[in-house]
């Protein structure tokens, strides 16, 4: 619950007292006084020929929009506390309920649970720890920014030997056991 | 706060600080004791001891009641997780919320998944998987106010909520699901209502 106070700045106290004064006034009044007031009495009677303006401009209206700080008369605000059972109703319509998922089944790899279309988190960390691995070999192996290599790469474990197929390629020898699921070509 | 004043204040207190070394008094005999704070009705559930059943009896389902207190997240938002639970087996429980997007979700799997660790150690419970969620309940926990700067100078004051959580497992698959009202059901309790009517204040 947000409750919004006001410090008394100075300069928001003067703009408080300047709205006072319009709301008392009538909104506008400077403009209307410089023309001849058009409610004015037709019959040439002796003394003040203005009316005071607070009845009329109070009453009759002015064409003038309203500005915006007297427009918070009229902005929507709720008449009625909301009971308990009408927000009971609300917030535990079915619509709001959180929808049982029917998508999940169990990853033939690992054995841990996975969404229908998304891959399986704990494969998926597992390739991604090895081929953090892989690349910092890589690395290493580079020495410096800007050194790629214009030829395909080979990844080979311990005890293997580059084929005839590898014969142009990059060679990584990583001093690790090749895992399981990834397969060699 | 109330823990660490008078974990403070206890510390304090331990002669062994007072006394000069080479005193007579072993410093392992004197430990600080933790003041607790008071154990929620929820943590006593567990220890009622029921007497031993009589040989023909039906045999009772182990029940393990376990909570986790002043989770920050709302308790309204958690609500919603613990609807959506309450009913299921503990599995099934565990992968819709392993799914869920929401930050209360990974709270409460690992509540269940202490829970249910609980069983299979402390109560009797044979296999894992064969328990079911019978209660799952929200409370409110500690609300604090704090100040929440905006423009121009004004402030407002916002409420940091806290939530705790209840669970209650039972041992035994879960309870088929209850049939929708039917209007033929509805009918039949108004007929019987009707036919239940007596008159009052005669022979």
């Known amino acids: ?185 | 706060s109330g823990a660490a004043w008078a974990r403070g204040l206890l510390s304090w207190a331990r002669p062994e600080r007072w006394l000069a070394s080479g005193s007579l008094f072993p410093l392992s005999c004197i430990h600080t004791s933790t003041f607790l704070q008071k154990i929620g009705k929820w943590e006593k559930k567990n220890r009622i001891v029921y007497p031993p059943q009589l040989p023909g009896e039906p045999r009772r389902p182990a029940e393990i009641y376990h909570c986790r207190r002043e989770i920050k997240y709302s308790k309204d938002k958690m609500w919603y997780l613990a609807k959506l639970i309450k009913g299921m087996s503990i599995d099934q429980a565990l992968a819709q919320l392993e799914f869920s997007d929401k930050k209360g979700a990974k709270v409460i799997r690992e509540v269940l998944l202490e829970a249910q660790e609980m069983a299979v150690r402390k109560h009797n419970v044979e296999f894992k998987s064969n328990l079911h969620i019978a209660e799952s309940q929200t409370g409110r926990g500690r609300y604090v106010k704090r100040v929440r700067c905006h423009g121009k100078g004004m402030f407002g004051i916002m409420k940091i909520s806290r939530c705790h959580y209840f669970v209650k497992l039972v041992e035994g698959p879960p309870p088929p699901p209850e049939p929708p009202r039917t209007g033929f059901d509805q009918a039949k309790e108004y007929v019987q209502q009707l036919r239940n009517r007596t008159l009052v204040h005669t022979l």
């Open chain 1, 1 to 185: 619950v947000l409750v919004l106070l006001r410090s008394p700045l100075p300069r928001l106290r003067a703009l408080l007292q300047r709205c006072w004064g319009w709301l008392d006034r009538g909104p506008w009044p400077g403009i209307l006084g410089a023309q001849s007031p058009p409610w004015g009495p037709a019959l040439a009677v002796q003394g003040p020929a203005l009316l005071p303006r607070g009845t009329d401009d109070a009453g009759t209206g002015c064409a003038e929009v309203p500005s915006l700080l007297e427009s918070v008369v009229w902005m929507a605000a709720p008449k009625q506390r909301r009971t308990i059972e009408v927000n009971r109703c609300r917030r535990r319509h079915p619509s709001k309920l959180i929808e049982v998922k029917r998508n999940i089944d169990v990853c033939p790899e690992c054995g841990n649970l996975k969404q229908k279309h998304v891959l399986c988190g704990y494969c998926y960390a597992k390739v991604k720890e090895e081929t953090r691995l892989i690349r910092m070999e890589i690395y290493r192996k580079e020495g410096g920014p800007l050194n790629a290599s214009t030829v395909e790469t080979v990844v080979l474990y311990e005890g293997e030997k580059p084929t005839e197929k590898d014969e142009g390629k990059r060679i990584i020898e990583i001093p690790r056991k090749r895992p399981s699921w990834f397969v060699q070509n």
